[in-house]
């Protein structure tokens, strides 16, 4: 084991308790109430990176709207460690922001406070994504307190708006290319998961999302449905029967030409689904009691994740949500859902044949109703070569570490800066994911296991020692 890992080894303690910290900071980028923490926890970055004689600037990205509201964005934390023109550049991209997430959603103990037991840590942003960028941190201490030169030059970019379409970065790092990104050979992500809970992977595509509002406004202001029910246009009536005209209960997207964008599917390409290692029931037990898949069969399941678009409906906003019978008509709601985009699937005309298609099944309703399609934010899909000295540098790592060959994954999620970076440096970038299948991102009691937290981390060193050597 070299210096490095044996001191990541030796110091797991005070890795979990530094993870503990930013798990308390609340800094979920959605929710105007903790736009705070949001920016304190780009403070707490600078800190920390300050303290492993990192030089940080914070950049200011402007500011946004939100809920009615002009507010700040959060600083991009950039960060550079090594400029040393012998040296590869490798930039490391992270995000600072979470989910929502409130103890009456279900979670068993607080989200924003780190819970241990045995090898798994709970709390909101454990693997998403304040474990990688805390294990980078980690990494980085190992070098410094063990006097071990860097093989590379770093350049972080950690962000705070991820989790709300990463508002504000792509000009920034469009316009930095030439800037504080130049000189840049690779770039490392650590803000995805391993396929399954016991190998592995390394990713090599992402679908893109584009998210939408549907608006529907009736009345004023919300009415008493005994008075008013049976003599209004009801805006809840027409946003589900919109909503309904989205996708099928089996996954189907029902909105005209947007299955026909997809690349067609070679034997070649639904080989390899079939021949991944991947357990159908594992992956139903790690999501219900019952199966709830739409299939039973492993490549459909994994086809419907890397290669297919979906298309998930995700709430309404101003509708009645509480426990009890309040007998209101909303008077004005907003349905949100999102499409899952692959390649081949153009981010312009989605939005267009989407909004066509609403627009079409709202003049059959017959409503009075003003009704409004709004596009919130969208991004194009990725896929990178697998094959690059990146990805070996990467897989080396893994193996060094874990004794495996990784799983080459594509990713169901979405990171939507992947492509600027990929486009605007031209260069290769490689997803090399910390958490496991079962972690519960965006989900209640996120979870991040210690072992790969810290194995994790070892890989990250493994993975800078490698990347400077491999062409
Ligand atoms: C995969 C990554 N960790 C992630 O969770 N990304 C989000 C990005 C996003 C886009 N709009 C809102 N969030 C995701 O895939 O949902
Ligand atoms: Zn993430
Ligand atoms: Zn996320």
Redesign the pocket.
């Given at each position: 084991m070299t210096k490095v890992s044996q001191y990541i080894e030796e110091h797991q303690k005070d890795f979990i308790e530094r993870l503990r910290e930013a798990v308390e900071i609340a800094s979920v980028s959605?929710e105007l109430k903790r736009r705070d923490q949001v920016i304190k926890m780009g403070h707490w970055l600078k800190a920390q990176l300050e303290e492993l004689q990192a030089h940080v600037k914070l950049i200011d990205i402007g500011t946004q709207q939100l809920d009615g509201q002009t507010i700040p964005l959060p600083p991009v934390v950039f960060a550079q460690v090594g400029d040393d023109a012998t040296k590869k550049t490798i930039t490391i991209y992270g995000?600072y922001d979470v989910?929502p997430a409130e103890l009456s959603d279900g979670w068993h103990s607080q989200p924003f406070e780190l819970t241990v037991e045995g090898d798994v840590m709970r709390g909101r942003g454990s693997?998403?994504?304040k474990g990688p960028v805390v294990g980078w941190l980690n990494t980085l201490t190992a070098y410094r307190k063990t006097n071990t030169p860097l093989p590379v030059n770093i350049k972080f970019v950690f962000e705070g708006m991820?989790?709300?379409?990463?508002e504000g970065l792509d000009d920034l790092v469009v316009k930095e290319s030439q800037g504080f990104l130049k000189g840049t050979d690779a770039v490392c992500i650590s803000?995805?998961?391993w396929l399954t809970n016991r190998k592995p992977a390394l990713t090599y595509g992402?679908?893109g999302?584009s998210?939408f509002e549907i608006c529907v406004k009736g009345p004023n202001a919300d009415l008493h449905s005994g008075v008013f029910g049976g003599t209004v246009h009801e805006p809840m009536t027409d946003l589900v029967k919109l909503m309904g005209t989205l996708v099928t209960t089996d996954g189907k997207i029902t909105v005209p030409g947007l299955n026909e964008m997809v690349e067609p599917l070679s034997d070649e390409e639904f080989q390899r689904y079939k021949h991944m290692d991947f357990d159908v029931k594992e992956y139903q037990d790690s999501i219900a009691d019952h199966p709830v898949t739409i299939s039973d069969d492993k490549a459909t399941i994994l086809m419907g994740r890397m290669r297919y678009p979906s298309l998930s409906l995700h709430g309404i906003e101003g509708a009645f949500y509480g426990g009890g019978a309040k007998t209101v008509i909303p008077c004005g709601v907003k349905g949100k859902f999102?499409i899952?985009l692959v390649p081949d699937m153009d981010v312009v005309k989605v939005e267009q044949l989407v909004k066509e298609h609403l627009h079409k099944e709202a003049k059959k309703l017959n409503t009075r109703n003003e009704v409004e399609v709004v596009q919130l934010?969208a991004?194009p899909a990725w896929v990178a070569d697998p094959n690059h000295w990146n990805f070996r540098a990467a897989a080396k790592a893994i193996k060094n570490v874990f004794g495996v060959e990784p799983d080459r994954t594509r990713?169901?999620?979405?990171?939507?800066v992947t492509l600027t970076f990929d486009e605007s440096l031209k260069v290769n970038v490689c997803l090399l994911p910390m958490g496991r299948a079962d972690d519960g991102?965006?989900s209640t009691n996120e979870k991040l296991n210690i072992s790969n937290y810290i194995q994790g981390s070892k890989v990250f060193a493994e993975y800078l020692e490698n990347v400077a050597v491999h062409d």
């Amino acid at each position: 084991m070299t210096k490095v890992s044996q001191y990541i080894e030796e110091h797991q303690k005070d890795f979990i308790e530094r993870l503990r910290e930013a798990v308390e900071i609340a800094s979920v980028s959605g929710e105007l109430k903790r736009r705070d923490q949001v920016i304190k926890m780009g403070h707490w970055l600078k800190a920390q990176l300050e303290e492993l004689q990192a030089h940080v600037k914070l950049i200011d990205i402007g500011t946004q709207q939100l809920d009615g509201q002009t507010i700040p964005l959060p600083p991009v934390v950039f960060a550079q460690v090594g400029d040393d023109a012998t040296k590869k550049t490798i930039t490391i991209y992270g995000h600072y922001d979470v989910q929502p997430a409130e103890l009456s959603d279900g979670w068993h103990s607080q989200p924003f406070e780190l819970t241990v037991e045995g090898d798994v840590m709970r709390g909101r942003g454990s693997t998403d994504d304040k474990g990688p960028v805390v294990g980078w941190l980690n990494t980085l201490t190992a070098y410094r307190k063990t006097n071990t030169p860097l093989p590379v030059n770093i350049k972080f970019v950690f962000e705070g708006m991820e989790e709300s379409g990463s508002e504000g970065l792509d000009d920034l790092v469009v316009k930095e290319s030439q800037g504080f990104l130049k000189g840049t050979d690779a770039v490392c992500i650590s803000d995805n998961y391993w396929l399954t809970n016991r190998k592995p992977a390394l990713t090599y595509g992402l679908r893109g999302v584009s998210y939408f509002e549907i608006c529907v406004k009736g009345p004023n202001a919300d009415l008493h449905s005994g008075v008013f029910g049976g003599t209004v246009h009801e805006p809840m009536t027409d946003l589900v029967k919109l909503m309904g005209t989205l996708v099928t209960t089996d996954g189907k997207i029902t909105v005209p030409g947007l299955n026909e964008m997809v690349e067609p599917l070679s034997d070649e390409e639904f080989q390899r689904y079939k021949h991944m290692d991947f357990d159908v029931k594992e992956y139903q037990d790690s999501i219900a009691d019952h199966p709830v898949t739409i299939s039973d069969d492993k490549a459909t399941i994994l086809m419907g994740r890397m290669r297919y678009p979906s298309l998930s409906l995700h709430g309404i906003e101003g509708a009645f949500y509480g426990g009890g019978a309040k007998t209101v008509i909303p008077c004005g709601v907003k349905g949100k859902f999102s499409i899952r985009l692959v390649p081949d699937m153009d981010v312009v005309k989605v939005e267009q044949l989407v909004k066509e298609h609403l627009h079409k099944e709202a003049k059959k309703l017959n409503t009075r109703n003003e009704v409004e399609v709004v596009q919130l934010s969208a991004g194009p899909a990725w896929v990178a070569d697998p094959n690059h000295w990146n990805f070996r540098a990467a897989a080396k790592a893994i193996k060094n570490v874990f004794g495996v060959e990784p799983d080459r994954t594509r990713e169901g999620g979405s990171i939507p800066v992947t492509l600027t970076f990929d486009e605007s440096l031209k260069v290769n970038v490689c997803l090399l994911p910390m958490g496991r299948a079962d972690d519960g991102a965006h989900s209640t009691n996120e979870k991040l296991n210690i072992s790969n937290y810290i194995q994790g981390s070892k890989v990250f060193a493994e993975y800078l020692e490698n990347v400077a050597v491999h062409d």
